[in-house]
Structure formats: C-alpha cells, structure tokens
C-alpha cells in the first residue's frame, strides 16, 4: 500500500498523507491524474508514469513519490479508525468516519529534503479541492480542504 521510505521515518524526511474522500465528493482518479499532470507539465526534471490502473508515479532522478487511489473496503474501516483517534474534536468527525475513498501519497526517504517542493506542489493541489481531509499520520493532525 504505501511506498516504503528505504528506513526513513517521522522526522527522518520521509513524506506522507492521507487525503480522506467523503462519499458525496465527485473528484475521480482520472480528475486527479489530470490536475497533478497540469501542475508538473512544465518541470522538465519530473516525468509521471501511470502505474496500474489507480496509481501514479512522480519521479525526480532516482527519487520518486507515489500517488495512489485506494477504495477498497479496508479504507472505510481505516477511516473511522482516524476520526475516532484522531477527529475526536472535529466537526466533520462523522463524514470523516464514513470515507471509503482515500488518495495515499508516499514518498522515498529524502534526508536533505532536497524533494520537499515537490512533495509541497502535491498537496497544493489536493488543497484546492474543497472538502477533502489530509490526514498526517506521522504527527496525527487533520485538516480539511477549503
């Protein structure tokens, strides 16, 4: 499921989200595929590869991030799992609980962060989708698209 980070974790510079879908959202793989090709399409320096039907592949040289599509029936379990330990404040918490659509991005171990920007470009592009939850499993935190 998620692209190992080659012993990289927490702080270590690997990087990770969960971007939880609510069930009444309309975003579709092939809606993101096309939003992140349009971010990317003028960096010369980062090729994206489909790979399988529900997973895209950004790579910068020899480093890459994975970008992947997941509604399998773990994801809704998961979901809940999130906003009972995590979402426990927050208002949306039910909608949160019944997400059974998530994109996972993961990355490579980066230790001198010199991908960060390109992890960075990702998630802007998931923030100007209104309504989607980015879940940050190494710190715990929660937020919702505006």
């Not at 090729?47 to 509604?71: F, K, P, Q, Y």
């Not at 998961?78 to 993961?106: G, W």
């Not at 592009?125 to 929660?142: K, Q, S």
Request: hydrophobic share 45%.
């Amino acid at each position: 499921m998620l692209l190992q980070s080659g012993g990289g974790r927490g702080k270590m510079m690997s990087y990770r989200t969960m971007v939880l879908i609510p069930d009444q959202q309309e975003l579709t793989f092939s809606d993101l595929a096309s939003k992140l090709q349009s971010r990317f399409v003028r960096m010369n320096d980062i090729d994206i590869t489909l790979e399988g039907a529900h997973r895209l592949i950004l790579h910068h040289g020899e480093w890459s991030l994975a970008v992947e599509w997941e509604a399998a029936p773990e994801v809704a379990v998961e979901s809940a799992d999130i906003a009972r330990l995590f979402a426990s404040e927050v208002a949306d918490r039910a909608v949160i609980a019944s997400c059974s659509t998530r994109i996972t991005i993961a990355a490579q171990f980066d230790p001198t962060m010199r991908y960060f920007n390109d992890y960075v470009f990702v998630l802007e592009v998931l923030e100007a989708i209104p309504g989607l939850f980015l879940f940050d499993p190494e710190e715990g935190t929660i937020r919702k698209t505006a």
